[in-house]
T-cell receptor, first 114, second 114 residues
């Protein structure tokens, strides 16, 4: 059982480049989300999705786009990378997004923008 | 705005010492509470959770936490730490009024001296 899989694990981008962080889960979870983790700031929610075709913004959505065409996949797109987007990105999923369900996390993607 | 506060940013203990990590949240409504652990180089994993019932919750690896509603607190404890407990610990809250969001604290880094 793979759980939540993120690719790539590491990435270096130049300012202005675009890229997509991949996230896939094999648990048939409806709810998926993207967080960024920065030192001293914990995890902050970027975007989330409560099911295929439905996405919404979290607390730090600027500079990122998402889509959810299937239940399994929830890619995060950086449109024009900036040094402020240097961070560790985590994808998470949970069965249905209700407030009393735990989240399952991927291994993370460490992104550096130079 | 709702928030989760972890006042200890870095805790250093010797093996066999007792541990208590503080967590306070600012939300007057119904909440679910979580502690997640992130071992070096790994993703976040659930340590324990409180949904309802007995406010003293036992988790994996000998950890426990106590929910004190009057103090808006959910402190994590372990009677005797081991070197393998070296990790970062995150307190998190999910809000009944916002089914799709889990709010994380800034994390506490725990270092155990062998």
């Amino acid at each position: 059982n793979a759980g939540v899989t993120q690719t790539p694990k590491f990435q270096v981008l130049k300012t202005g480049q675009s890229m997509t962080l991949q996230c896939a889960q094999d648990m048939n979870h409806e709810y998926m989300s993207w967080y960024r983790q920065d030192p001293g700031m914990g995890l902050r929610l970027i975007h989330y999705s409560v099911g295929a075709g439905i996405t919404d913004q979290g607390e730090v959505p600027n500079g990122y786009n998402v889509s959810r065409s299937t239940t399994e996949d929830f890619p995060l797109r950086l449109l024009s990378a900036a040094p402020s987007q240097t961070s560790v990105y985590f994808c998470a999923s949970s069965p249905d997004g209700r407030w009393n369900t735990e989240a399952f996390f991927g291994q993370g993607t460490r992104l550096t923008v130079v | 705005a709702q928030s989760v506060s972890q006042h200890n940013h870095h805790v250093i203990l010797s093996e066999a010492a007792s541990l208590e990590l503080g967590c306070n949240y600012s939300y007057g409504g119904t909440v679910n509470l979580f502690w997640y652990v992130q071992y070096p180089g790994q993703h976040l994993q659930l340590l324990l959770k409180y949904f309802s019932g007995d406010p003293l919750v036992k988790g994996i690896k000998g950890f426990e936490a106590e929910f004190i509603k009057s103090k808006f607190s959910f402190n994590l404890r372990k009677p005797s730490v081991q070197w393998s407990d070296t990790a970062e610990y995150f307190c998190a809250v999910s809000l009944y009024s916002s089914a799709s969001k889990i709010i994380f604290g800034s994390g506490t880094r725990l270092s155990i001296r062998p």
